[in-house]
């Protein structure tokens, strides 16, 4: 379904990925681990098209449609997915005018007619109960007043409502206590299908306890410098990122924020 | 970011849609003005001779008075012998009795605006005076109207049918001597609308004016007068529009509302006149005085506006809090683009006991604009336990406009009140990114943005012209993510 071949991306001229291949296939669950400052967030971002990272050689297909040519809201509409790590408040924006302009965009881009605002109301009531999200919460402004938690699971609700090919989740599970995460985690498990594909970005395994992924990939220095499955995020909890020979400080990271 | 700006500039290039011009024969006044021009306006008009000298007056005090200059805008000096002071659209007969009578190229012109002037027709809850440069050519539903007592019909008919009325009133909120361009208003005002809404009644609909300017080199100045007496209440709304044209042209209007005991006076202006091109070639100036009066005691005036057009704007509805316990209310989004300019705001001038007053102001700059808030806020020695609340928000679409914040606090009473908020903020990159990611279109992203941002000032509105207002917003915003 994704595939990425010998990617490089750079903001304000500074290289973060030097060089990234990953495959994914419908059905599976990758998940990107590494420590900060190794290129995590970036990936998610360059992914989604964020104009603020320049992607200076390399390719990626979704479906063997070059996305590279497409701009945020066309691969939006092919299907790509980001849940953020910090999402944005929009003041005065209804949550509910916002998921609904959204969803009628994708619905547009499939020829389908859009939902008027008592159809798209039931439907987002129904889905915001898989996240434990009191619906009241629907009229509020975007993100505005959120706490961290009803952030994330904000997001993970937007991604069932727009059910996309690729779900990107960045760093979904920071700032999350132990109930939220299950929460969280059973709105990602919900979306697991065999027609799709999740990518999980994240520092910390214990995500991992609850989405069990298919692949675990250590990104570092921009790089994957190793692959396997499960098994591979318990032994770097056990023994560390060191374990590799990666210093779990770097830089760069966080400016994808 | 570069890709901002390009979306920007795409989101702020959309086109004035109101810019045609109507091909109808008009009636119009060699330019220039003194008093044989003011004295012929009323002739044409048959005014009575009191009505002339009041004008005289005004304009023998006008010539005396000097422009103001201490708004936030700059414009070429007006050269106001080259503007003509009349234009009327020539008439078959005298006045038309029905709207039957009106000549259909004006019907049209109002229909193409979407301001159906048939009474049958989908605006069915409004009643519109329509003015179309010097003169009213259309007022609906008088019946109806007449039936509660309300008179609603333009000032020339009220100066002629209710001068006792007109005489008491006119000049008593906004004097002849009050601004410049109050006083060249009073001296060649050509029509407007009158509103009276009698004891204890509730005007059965919304009462609504459309001015139109066509005519090239013509100013408008229409005069608006609306009087509520004691424990009534009227809605009132107003938009305007004009042709295209590479000349400025001058708007100065003078709006005055009386509120008696128990009063209530909600008025909102959607103004879309045109703004000028991108270069900032031609567009309306719009210099306009707005002034209530709550007079009685528990009275309330509510202003609320929706200014997206013009080139130069200088306008700061107001009210005076006279009667106790009388409130005001200002609400405003105030949007400029491209070489726009706006200097607008309110004065709440507090003067009874335990008066109160809100400001909630909304200015989006985008393009190469400038938008500044000017309030004052004052407290005479009487305005014991007087409070007001005042909230300016600024919201910058791109990095090349301007956003500014004049408030002026006076008081002369220790008990008063005053609570002041302001925030500046940008149409984020972050936010932008969050909706393209989600598969909306930068523009749809940015309107909805915007419209947020507006939110508090939307819901002050008629329901019929909030969602006019949220559209209006959206095309003037035409090439300018942030």
Redesign the interface.
Known sequence: MLSIKNLHASVEDKEILKGINLEIKAGEVHAIMGPNGSGKSTLSQVL?????FEVTSGEITLNGENLLDL???ER??EG???A?QY??E????SNL??LR??VN??RA?RGEPEMNAAEFMKLAKEVSKQVDLDPAFLKR??NEGFSGGEKKRNEIM?ALL?QPKLAILDETDSGLDIDALQVVSNGVNALRAEDRAILMVTHYQRLLNHIVPDYVHVLAGGKIVKSGGRELALELEERGYGWLGIKDEETADSSAN | MATTDKEVNELIKREYEHGFVTDIEADTFEPGLNEDVIARLSGIKKEPEWMLEWRLKAYRRWLEMEEPNWAHVGYPKIDYNSISYYSAPKRKEDMPQSLDEVDPELLKTYEKLGIPLHEREKLAGVAVDAVFDSVSVATTFKEPLAKAGVIFCSISEAIQDYPELVKKYLGSVVPAGDNFFAGLNSAVFSDGTFVYVPKGVRCPMELSTYFRINAANTGQFERTLIIAEDSSYVSYLEGCTAPMRDENQLHAAVVELVALDDAQIKYSTVQNWYPGDEQGKGGIFNFVTKRGACIGKNSKISWTQVETGSAVTWKYPSCVLRGDNSVGEFYSVALTNNYQQADTGTKMIHMGKNTSSTIISKGISAGKSSNAYRGLVKFGPGAEGARNFTQCDSLLIGDRCGAHTFPYIESKNKSAIVEHEATTSKVSDEQMFLCRQRGIEPEQAVSMIVNGFCKEVFKELPMEFAVEAGKLLEVSLEGSVG
């Open positions: 989604a098209g964020n104009e603020a701009e945020t809201e939006a509409r790509i997915f980001l953020f999402p944005v929009i003041p005065g924006v005018q916002f302009t959204a965009a994708m881009h402004g975007v937007q727009l």
